[in-house]
């Protein structure tokens, strides 16, 4: 009875440790193309945005994920410091970013469109938000194409 007991948490032990291991994700090769390094979980590392004065300012105390999944599907949470719990415009409502859709990866561009289905704010609800990427040193950083918003994202890997 013991060494049956044994053998069966041993057999547990050994499943267990597999379906992690299979689960695991693996960031892509070098021969990967963008699209391939997009898919994945990430965590928001810094913002960087005009400040009152127009001088650039990283901002590292809001938290966010981003996911990106091989079918095309997308989606977004960022929550600002409770500071900044008042902040609401086209993206963010009352300190809270959230949105998910579809998603098309322009590598001769670098370019990636996310066609938002789904927003906390809901006049971004249809829109196709083309932002230019850059992978570095196992960082994501997206900024928009539009040369009058001066404003950056970077992800990094969980």
Same mark, same amino acid.
């Given at each position: 009875?013991?060494?049956?007991?044994?053998?069966?948490?041993?057999?547990?032990?050994?499943?267990?440790?597999?379906?992690?291991?299979?689960?695991?994700?693996?960031?892509?090769?070098?021969?990967?193309?963008?699209?391939?390094?997009?898919?994945?979980?990430?965590?928001?590392?810094?913002?960087?945005?005009?400040?009152?004065?127009? *001088?650039?300012?990283?901002?590292?105390? !809001?938290?966010?994920?981003?996911?990106?999944?091989?079918?095309? @599907?997308? $989606? +977004?949470?960022?929550?600002?410091?409770?500071?900044?719990?008042?902040?609401?415009?086209?993206?963010?409502?009352?300190?809270?970013?959230?949105?998910?859709?579809?998603?098309?990866?322009?590598?001769?561009?670098?370019?990636?469109?996310?066609?938002?289905?789904?927003?906390?704010?809901?006049?971004?609800?249809?829109?196709?938000?083309?932002? *230019?990427?850059?992978?570095?040193?196992? !960082?994501?950083?997206?900024?928009?194409?539009?040369?009058?918003? @001066?404003? $950056? +994202?970077?992800?990094?890997?969980?």
């Amino acid at each position: 009875m013991k060494t049956r007991l044994v053998w069966s948490l041993a057999v547990v032990g050994a499943c267990a440790g597999l379906a992690s291991a299979q689960s695991a994700p693996k960031p892509p090769g070098k021969g990967a193309s963008a699209r391939e390094k997009f898919v994945g979980a990430w965590r928001l590392a810094w913002m960087e945005e005009p400040g009152p004065d127009g *001088a650039i300012i990283r901002r590292t105390d !809001r938290k966010g994920t981003l996911m990106y999944t091989a079918d095309g @599907r997308t $989606s +977004v949470q960022i929550q600002f410091p409770e500071s900044q719990s008042s902040v609401s415009n086209d993206y963010v409502l009352n300190g809270y970013e959230a949105s998910f859709g579809a998603y098309e990866v322009n590598e001769d561009a670098q370019t990636i469109t996310r066609h938002v289905e789904g927003s906390i704010t809901l006049g971004l609800v249809g829109k196709s938000l083309t932002r *230019a990427f850059r992978f570095s040193d196992g !960082r994501l950083t997206m900024r928009s194409v539009r040369p009058e918003e @001066r404003w $950056s +994202v970077t992800w990094e890997r969980y």
